[in-house]
Every structure is written in C-alpha cells, then in structure tokens.
C-alpha cells in the first residue's frame, strides 16, 4: 500500500508562483512513477505532469501542453517526496490538484494508470 499526503496549495495571484509537495509512504518509492492531476470545477480530472523511468534507466518526465515552461515536477528519493513546483500560474490553473502514484516505473497520463492517489490541494489563482 501506498499513502500520499499532497500540501502546498493556496491563494496567488495571476503571475506568481506555488510549490506543491506530494509525501509518500510505502514501499519502493524510488521504483514508482509520479504524477500530478488537477481537477477545476465542473470539469473533468486532467493530467498535469509525470516523472518515472524509461527502459533505460533514465529518468524521464512529461507535461500536459498547458503548463510546459511554467510547472517542473521533480523527487527527491530520500525523502519519499515528489513536488510540482508552478510559475507564472493563470486564473486556469485553478483546481484541486492531486498527486498519483503507479506501481510501475513508466510515466502514463491516463488516471486509470495511477492506483494510489493523495487527497488533493486547493490551487487558487486570481486575476
């Protein structure tokens, strides 16, 4: 079992800047792919952004179009963390943003992918 605890949310305005940090606890951390969902209201849960592994062994990650350039996702193994760090935020990056594991290493964007999910942070951007 894998448990993941998402904070950092919280209020800006247009143009600033928030980092979300997503704990996990559990087994094999370093192994799993990470992702980042949002979910505004009224609208369907969306992909954000994903980090894990490839064949290789390299680690690779993936952004939804919206948000390349602003948002970097990032780990740190040690401490069983993965964080979203969002710049230059938007009025529609509003939602409720959630944090997912896999039990893979491969990054996927489909939720279906992701059996773990944390309870979600508040993001509020202001015009």
């Known amino acids: 079992q894998v448990q993941l605890v998402a904070t950092g949310g919280g209020s800006v305005q247009a143009g600033g800047s928030l980092r979300l940090s997503c704990v996990a606890s559990?087994?094999?951390?370093?192994?799993?792919?990470m992702g980042w969902f949002r979910q505004a209201p009224g609208k369907e849960r969306e992909f954000v952004a994903a980090?894990?592994?490839?064949?290789?062994?390299?680690?690779?990650?993936y952004y939804v179009d919206s948000v390349k350039g602003r948002f970097t996702i990032s780990r740190d193994n040690a401490k069983n963390t993965v964080y979203l760090q969002m710049n230059s935020l938007k009025p529609d990056d509003t939602a409720i943003y959630y944090c997912?594991?896999?039990?893979?290493?491969?990054?996927?964007?489909?939720?279906?992918?992701?059996?773990?999910w944390g309870q979600g942070t508040q993001v509020t951007v202001s015009s």
């Open positions: 559990g087994r094999a951390f370093s192994s799993r792919a």
């Open positions: 980090i894990g592994w490839r064949w290789s062994g390299d680690a690779t990650d």
């Open positions: 997912a594991a896999r039990s893979s290493a491969a990054i996927a964007t489909s939720s279906d992918e992701y059996p773990y």
